[in-house]
C-alpha cells in the first residue's frame, strides 16, 4: 500500500428515523489497494457504498473519494469511480456492445473513443466475441463480467464491486477474481463488498469486518488472524524420522507439538518457523515431504471475533428486532 | 446547497435511448395498429355521414374528427379513450422497470443526475406519443382528401393543428402520471392497474359523480325544476367539479377548438348573447380563448404530476 489516499471516511453514519444502518465508520484505501468489505447481509456494506458514490445522502461524518466530497460533487466522483452493484442487471433486449455504448455515452466519451474504449474492455473480460449478443443470453457470470467491462471502460480510478461473487460457480469466481487482480496492478483501488469470506480472502490486501453497522475489526488477514486467533502461525510438517518431534520441539519459538498422524507433526508457533524446522529435520537425516504453514481463516477470525464478543451478537440481534 | 455542474447532463442520451425503445417496442406498435384501424374506419363513416346530410358547411373538413354514425362513434371519442391508454402503456413501468432490471443504480452511478434520467424519460414519451399523433393527424387529413376531394382550408389546418397540439397536452398528463406511478409503485403491474384506474375513474365515473355531488350540496330550486331549466347553483357546481377531471377539461378544449360556433363552455347567460350571431363561426383565435382556461389547466396538471413524481424520485433509495 502506497501513502496515497484515495477513499477516507471519517465517523460515516447513516440513519433511517430511529435505526442506524452504518454507525460511525473510518476508514482509508489507498491508491492500488483491494480493499474488502466484509460481513453478514444488512450489516451496512451496501449503504456505506451508496454514500461513497452520492447515491444516498449522509447522515453525518465526512468522506473524501479522491478529493470530492460525493454529497457536493456527484459528477466528479461518479465520472472518477467505476460502481458494479450487487446484482448487476443490463437492457436484456439491447447487445454487450450496446449496453456499454448507453453508459459510454452518458459519461460523454465521443464515437471514436467509446468504441475504441468498449473493445479493448470487451476483449479485457473475455467477451469480445460475445459483443454483439443481446445480454438477454447471458449467464450470469457473464453479466458480472460486462459490469466489470463498464469499469474498465470508464477508465476509473476506483472500481467498487459490491457482492461481486455472490451466486456464481467456482469457475466464474475465480475468472472475475482474476481480473479483480488485475485492476491493481494498473494502480486502481478496488473496494469490493462480501459476505463470502474465504473467497475474497484471497484477493484483499485488507479488510474491514462489517457488524450491525460498525467496523469490528480491521487490517491485513494475517495481523487479524494473530489478533484475534491469538496463536500465532500453525507450520504442519510431514517427515519420516525418529525422534523428530522432541527436535522440533526445541526449536525457538515453537511452543508446542502436535502428532496428527503417520509421520505428520504440526507446530504452533510465534511466529513463521518454516526455515528452522526444514534445517531440523535435515540435520536429524529425516525425509522431509511436506512443509507448510496454515494461513488464517478469515472465516475462523469472523466466528472467533463474534463467538468471543456476545455483546456484538446481542446488539445486533436486538438491532433485528426492533 | 449547490449541486455542480448540470442537472440535464446526459438528458439528450437518455432521451434518445428511450425513444428508440418505445419506437422498436411491441406495445407501441400494437397501440399504432389499433389507431391506425381506428382512424380508417372513423374517416370512412364520417365520409358517408357527409356525404349523406352536411352540404352547405364552412368546415368539413374539421367533421372528419367529430361526425359519429351509430353505432361507431366519433374519431376524438376513440381518441379520447386511446390516448391516455397510449400514454399510460408507455410510461406504466419507465422507473420500475429500471429498478426491476437492477439497471437503476448501475445508470445512476454514472456521472448524470437523476432529474436527466426522469426528463429524458418524459420527453421520451412525449416525443413517441407526438409522433404517433402525428402520423394519425396526417393520416386523417390525407384520408379525408381522399374521400371526399376538397382540400382544407387555412382555418381548418389550423384549427386540425391546435387540436393535435392539445390531445399531445392531454396525453402529457396522463404520461405524467403513469411516470409518477412507476416511481411511487415498486411493481410494473400495480403501477399499470393504479393509472388506468385513476384515468377510468376521471373518465367514466367521475362525470356521473359530480352530477350527484352538486345535487346533494346544492339542492335543486323546485322554482326552476317548475320551468323546466336547471338549476344555476347546481350547474355551476357540478361544471367547477367535473373539470377536476383532464377528460373534461380536454372534451371542452375539442369542441371549442373543431366546433368554431361554440362561443362558451358551460352556461351562458342572456347578457353573453346580446349582439351575438348564433350560429355564427369564431375566428380560430377566439376558440382558443374561450379554451385557454381548460389549456392552461391541463398542462398545469402534467407539470404538477412530473414535480411530484420528481420530488418522489429525488428521495428514493436506489439500492435493490
Known amino acids: ?322 | 446547497m449547490r449541486r455542480e455542474g448540470s442537472a440535464f447532463n446526459g438528458l439528450g442520451v437518455v432521451m434518445l435511448k428511450e425513444l428508440a425503445d418505445h419506437l422498436t417496442s411491441i406495445r407501441f406498435i400494437i397501440l399504432e395498429i389499433i389507431v391506425m384501424l381506428i382512424a380508417v374506419g372513423t374517416v370512412y363513416v364520417a365520409t358517408q355521414q357527409i356525404k349523406d346530410t352536411v352540404a352547405q358547411d364552412p368546415f368539413l373538413f374539421l367533421k372528419f374528427f367529430t361526425t359519429s354514425r351509430a353505432p361507431l362513434p366519433s374519431f376524438i371519442f376513440w381518441l379520447s379513450l386511446l390516448v391516455p391508454v397510449m400514454a399510460i402503456g408507455l410510461a406504466f413501468d419507465s422507473v420500475n422497470g429500471e429498478y426491476n432490471r437492477r439497471t437503476l443504480s448501475r445508470i445512476l452511478s454514472q456521472p448524470i443526475y437523476r432529474d436527466a434520467l426522469l426528463f429524458g424519460k418524459f420527453l421520451a414519451g412525449l416525443m413517441t406519443l407526438a409522433i404517433a399523433l402525428l402520423v394519425l393527424w396526417l393520416l386523417v387529413i390525407g384520408l379525408g382528401l381522399l374521400f371526399i376531394g376538397i382540400p382544407p382550408g387555412g382555418e381548418e389546418v389550423a384549427r386540425a393543428f391546435v387540436f393535435l397540439l392539445v390531445t399531445l397536452i392531454y396525453a402529457g398528463v396522463w404520461l405524467a402520471l403513469g411516470l409518477l406511478f412507476s416511481i411511487v409503485f415498486r411493481s410494473a403491474a400495480t403501477a399499470a392497474l393504479a393509472t388506468l384506474g385513476l384515468w377510468l375513474f376521471f373518465y367514466v365515473i367521475w362525470p356521473v359523480l359530480a352530477g350527484e355531488i352538486s345535487q346533494i350540496i346544492v339542492p335543486p330550486d323546485p322554482r326552476y325544476m317548475a320551468l323546466g331549466l336547471q338549476t344555476p347553483g347546481t350547474v355551476v357546481l357540478e361544471q367547477f367539479l367535473a373539470r377536476l377531471s383532464p377528460s373534461t377539461l380536454f372534451g371542452e378544449i375539442v369542441v371549442a377548438i373543431l366546433d368554431p360556433t361554440t362561443r362558451a363552455l358551460g352556461p351562458i347567460y342572456l347578457s353573453q348573447l346580446q349582439g351575438a350571431v348564433l350560429g355564427a363561426p369564431l375566428p380560430l383565435g377566439a376558440s382558443v380563448l374561450i379554451a385557454w382556461p381548460q389549456i392552461v389547466g391541463l398542462i398545469a396538471t402534467s407539470i404538477i404530476l412530473f414535480v411530484i413524481g420528481y420530488v418522489v424520485f429525488q428521495r428514493q433509495e436506489v439500492r435493490a
Open chain 1, 1 to 322: 500500500m502506497s501513502g496515497d489516499i484515495v477513499i477516507e471516511a471519517k465517523g460515516l453514519t447513516k440513519t433511517y428515523g430511529q435505526a442506524v444502518a452504518v454507525d460511525h465508520i473510518s476508514f482509508t484505501v489507498g491508491r492500488g489497494e483491494i480493499f474488502g468489505l466484509l460481513g453478514p447481509n444488512g450489516a451496512g456494506k451496501t449503504t456505506t457504498i451508496l454514500m461513497l458514490l452520492g447515491l444516498t445522502d449522509i447522515s453525518g461524518g465526512q468522506v473524501s473519494v479522491l478529493g470530492f466530497n460525493p454529497a457536493r460533487e456527484p459528477l466528479s466522483v461518479k465520472r472518477r469511480v467505476g460502481y458494479l452493484p450487487d446484482t448487476v442487471g443490463f437492457y436484456d433486449q439491447l447487445t454487450a456492445a450496446d449496453n456499454l455504448r448507453y453508459t459510454a455515452r452518458l459519461i460523454g466519451f465521443r464515437l471514436a473513443e467509446r468504441e475504441k474504449r468498449i473493445g479493448e474492455a470487451l476483449d479485457r473480460v473475455g467477451l469480445s466475441e460475445f459483443a454483439e449478443h443481446r445480454v438477454g443470453t447471458f449467464s450470469r457470470g457473464m453479466r458480472q463480467r460486462l459490469g466489470l467491462a463498464e469499469i474498465l471502460m470508464k477508465g476509473a480510478q476506483i472500481a467498487i464491486l459490491d457482492e461481486p461473487t455472490s451466486g456464481l460457480d467456482p469457475h466464474a469466481t475465480a475468472e472475475l477474481l482474476t481480473i479483480i487482480r488485475r485492476f491493481k496492478t494498473e494502480g486502481v483501488s478496488v473496494l469490493l463488498s462480501s459476505h463470502l469470506l474465504e473467497r475474497v480472502q484471497s484477493v484483499c490486501d485488507r479488510v474491514a469486518l462489517f457488524s450491525a453497522g460498525r467496523i469490528a475489526l480491521m487490517g491485513s488477514v494475517s495481523d487479524l488472524g494473530r489478533e484475534v486467533l491469538g496463536s500465532g502461525y500453525v507450520v504442519d510438517i510431514e517427515a519420516e524420522g525418529s525422534g523428530l518431534g522432541e527436535r522440533l520441539a526445541l526449536v525457538p519459538g515453537v511452543n508446542r507439538v502436535e502428532q496428527t498422524g503417520i509421520g505428520k507433526l504440526r507446530l504452533h508457533a510465534d511466529r513463521d518457523v518454516r526455515p528452522e524446522a526444514a534445517a531440523e529435520v535435515v540435520a536429524q537425516h529425516g525425509r522431509l515431504k511436506f512443509l507448510g504453514v496454515q494461513e488464517p481463516s478469515l472465516e475462523a477470525i469472523y466466528t472467533h471475533y463474534f463467538a468471543a464478543r456476545p455483546d456484538g451478537t446481542l446488539k445486533e440481534g436486538a438491532r433485528h428486532a426492533a
